[in-house]
């Protein structure tokens, strides 16, 4: 499969669960990141890694929890979420972190916490 | 930071008109400009990008200008379709941060048959 995949699609969740988030890029990218999409708001970018290092965290709450295991590989731990957290997740990367040119993103997860 | 306004947040036009989306942004360093396309239950998709030495680029019916002194750019659709309908994202960023864009709020375009 080619191109960026996330899983699950769709996901419901207690605030008291812990759920992952799980997204795979096939394009031999080196950077990969995390936005939140909500209604009505612009994309907000909250995390980046490059070379499977974390290069940025966008003052996110420590309930998100990135994990970077690999360049193909990118993970979002939640635990303790807040209803106000319920949102699409995009996951996306792009060559490199330091250069110019398109982001490639997944479908995106949604998220809807109860 | 960055600060990107994006206008109109809806837009409705009628089969084979032009539509037109505007961006003005705060942070004169920024050089890369592109928009995304995001239709319905799918993930958002570039469509063009310019950069700051470049004022137009056109791609068919699409074409994007850019007003440096000002600090706005562009996004127009000409002879527009259905298929055109979609949440459309302006974007900006800095030369070492491309995925790093600070994204305008999306434009909710509808073309009418």
């Known amino acids: 499969e080619t191109g960026v995949t996330q899983t699950p699609r769709h996901l419901v969740m207690g605030m008291t669960n812990k759920k992952s988030l799980k997204c795979e890029q096939h394009l031999g990218h080196n950077a990969m990141y995390w936005y939140k999409q909500s209604a009505k708001k612009p994309l907000e970018l909250m995390f980046v890694y490059s070379l499977e290092e974390r290069v940025e965290n966008n003052s996110v709450p420590s309930r998100f929890s990135p994990e970077c295991p690999n360049s193909s590989h990118l993970f979002l731990h939640l635990h303790t979420l807040q209803p106000e957290d319920s949102a699409l997740y995009l996951c996306?990367?792009?060559?490199?972190?330091?250069?110019?040119?398109?982001?490639?993103f997944g479908e995106g997860s949604r998220l809807t916490v109860l | 930071g960055e600060n990107v306004e994006q206008h109109p947040s809806t837009l409705s036009v009628q089969e084979g008109d032009s539509a037109v989306i505007k961006c003005t942004y705060s942070d004169s360093a920024s050089n890369y400009f592109p928009w995304y396309k995001q239709e319905l239950g799918k993930r958002p998709q570039l469509i063009i990008d310019i950069r700051s030495n470049v004022g137009e680029k056109k791609d068919q019916r699409i074409a994007v200008t850019l007003n440096k002194t000002a600090k706005h750019f562009s996004l127009h659709i000409t002879e527009t379709q259905p298929e055109d309908s979609a949440v459309y994202f302006c974007?900006?960023?800095?030369?070492?941060?491309?995925?790093?864009?600070?994204f305008g709020d999306g434009t909710t375009l509808t073309v009418k048959p």
């Open positions: 974007a900006a960023s800095k030369d070492t941060n491309a995925g790093k864009s600070t």
């Open positions: 996306a990367s792009s060559q490199d972190e330091g250069t110019t040119g398109e982001l490639f």
